[in-house]
Every structure is written in structure tokens, then in C-alpha cells.
């Protein structure tokens, strides 16, 4: 984390931003083209609605298609609802956008991981934890203006450079 800004956090809630503006317009006007979706979500998750069979079936996650039989699409703005299909018995799943952890269009093809956010998070934790341990390990140590001690990052690799 860099002076309080919490990067996966900010990037995680602007790609969920992304899926949710494609499921408004898919609920909107429908799927165009050869356009369809592959969303996998974690089932357990605070606010997932699924049909009990399905959910004991899928206790960890579960992967959905958007392409041809699907129905009454809803997006809210924390998650969003539809009518599939399973084994030929039309069911209502609800999966709030947080629930996510991957959002496919093999048509184009483009795709997201979520997964990876959780990773970045808890690595960001961690390295927080180990900086409070480390300061209150340092006496009159605490928080510093930015530039004050520390490392200087190399900039150089970054640089353009003159041929």
C-alpha cells in the first residue's frame, strides 16, 4: 500500500464497475453479436442466492452462462439476478458483484480474474501488520512525511532514454 491508497481495492472496484456496466446493457438490450459470459462466484458468499440442490452441489463455486437461456436480468448496484436454466428447471440466482471471481467473454476473447484482488489484499495486510510491528519496534518511531528516511525507488528502468 502506498501513503493510504489501497491499489487491488481501488482496481477490484473498477473492474466490478466494468462487468456491472455489461450487465446493465446486457439486461438493457441483450446480448449483441456472438457476445456471452462465463461468471464464476463463490457460493458461500454473504448475499448469494441459489437454489438449495445447487448449492449443495456447488458448495464453493459455481459458474454460470449468459448466452442463449437466460432470462429477467437485473442489475442492481451490488448485485445482480437471473433466471437460468439447470437440468431443465428454471431457477432465480442472485450473486452481488463482491462474490465474484471471474468474468469471461470468450467471443471477444476478454476476461478477469478476481482472485487476484484477494491476494493483493492480503499481502497488503500483511506488509501493513509487519509495518506496525516494525515502527512500534522503533522507539520514537511513527509515522514520517512522505520522503522523509526511507528508500528511494530506481527510476531509472523506467526512464526514457536518449538514443
Keep these: 500500500m502506498t501513503a493510504g491508497l489501497d491499489y487491488p481495492d481501488i482496481l477490484r472496484r473498477a473492474t466490478l464497475g466494468l462487468v456491472r456496466e455489461v450487465l446493465e446493457r446486457t439486461a438493457a438490450d441483450g446480448l449483441p453479436g456472438a457476445h456471452h459470459f462465463y461468471l464464476s462466484f463463490r457460493t458461500r458468499d454473504p448475499g448469494v442466492r441459489l437454489p438449495l440442490a445447487l448449492a449443495r452441489e456447488f458448495p464453493e463455486t459455481l459458474t454460470v452462462v449468459l448466452q442463449h437461456q437466460f432470462w429477467d436480468l437485473v442489475v442492481e448496484a451490488e448485485a445482480f439476478e437471473v433466471t437460468l436454466r ?22 471477444v476473447p476478454f476476461g478477469l480474474d478476481f ?38 525507488a530506481d527510476v531509472l528502468p523506467f526512464r526514457r532514454r536518449e538514443e
Design 86 to 107: 439447470f437440468g431443465g428447471a428454471y431457477e432465480r440466482v442472485r450473486v452481488p458483484f463482491d462474490a465474484l471471481t471471474a468474468f469471461v467473454d470468450p467471443s
Design 115 to 152: 482472485t487476484q484482488f484477494v491476494a493483493a489484499q492480503a499481502a497488503d495486510a500483511a506488509e501493513r501488520q509487519a509495518d506496525a510491528g516494525a515502527d512500534a519496534a522503533q522507539p520514537g518511531a511513527g509515522p514520517q512525511p512522505a520522503g522523509a528516511g526511507g528508500e528511494a
